[in-house]
T-cell receptor, first 114, second 111 residues
Framework: GAGVSQSPSNKVTEKGKDVELRCDPI?????LYWYRQSLGQGLEFLIY????????KSGLPSDRFSAERTGGSVSTLTIQRTQQEDSAVYLC????????????FGSGTRLTVV | QKEVEQNSGPLSVPEGAIASLNCTYS??????FFWYRQYSGKSPELIMF??SNGDKEDGRFTAQLNKASQYVSLLIRDSQPSDSATYLC???WGGGFKTIFGAGTRLFVKA
């Protein structure tokens, strides 16, 4: 596609429920990244995928968080048993190999856990 | 622990002035440096990247890199009210794909 597409744009969920966030990267971009941004804060790295290599999961804050990327394209970030501290904007980005030219971000998913 | 530090601001400059945004990073192995602009409620967008020591100019924007001092800056000439945003400094080190972002500097350009 022309840009990085994320869905849903907004998600309100009850504490304890599971949520899935979706990211469709730019066609031809081999690398895909998930970050989250809490209100007024910087970007916190969560996970990245590069081609068929094993993902770097070093930023996932707990085992309630997981992500997969199917067919080297679309990615899904899953948060199980959501907590109020999970409330944030979840940003997906993609790039060509090596990220030398920087990232292109999607418009994000605003997650609110009530 | 790789870190990227920025003054949170806000930095306020009058319209037409030069805005100077600064960033320091902790890892001497860092090789790629980026500036992103983020408007309130929007996602970050890339405005500049620089790999080599010295200056890189693109329109009203100039990125400056000093690897010896582990310092990167962004100059915005002829600042406009539309430049009011948060500017994020980001650093990527060689061989890795993970980019570390600073917390951002809020810039206000007063008309």
């Amino acid at each position: 596609g022309a840009g990085v597409s994320q869905s849903p744009s907004n998600k309100v969920t009850e504490k304890g429920k599971d949520v899935e966030l979706r990211c469709d990267p730019i066609s031809g971009h081999t690398a895909l990244y998930w970050y989250r941004q809490s209100l007024g804060q910087g970007l916190e790295f969560l996970i990245y995928f590069q081609g068929n290599s094993a993902p770097d999961k070093s930023g996932l804050p707990s085992d309630r968080f997981s992500a997969e990327r199917t067919g080297g394209s679309v990615s899904t970030l899953t948060i199980q048993r959501t907590q109020q501290e999970d409330s944030a904007v979840y940003l997906c980005a993609s790039s060509y190999t090596g990220a030398q030219g920087g990232y292109t971000f999607g418009s994000g998913t605003r997650l609110t856990v009530v | 622990q790789k870190e990227v530090e920025q003054n949170s601001g806000p930095l306020s400059v009058p319209e037409g002035a030069i805005a100077s945004l600064n960033c320091t990073y902790s890892d001497r192995g860092s090789q790629s440096f980026f500036w992103y602009r983020q408007y309130s409620g929007k996602s970050p967008e890339l405005i500049m990247f620089i790999y080599s020591n010295g200056d890189k100019e693109d329109g009203r924007f100039t990125a400056q890199l000093n690897k010896a001092s582990q310092y990167v800056s962004l100059l915005i000439r002829d600042s406009q009210p539309s430049d009011s945003a948060t500017y994020l400094c980001a650093v990527n080190w060689g061989g890795g794909f993970k980019t570390i972002f600073g917390a951002g500097t809020r810039l206000f350009v007063k008309a």
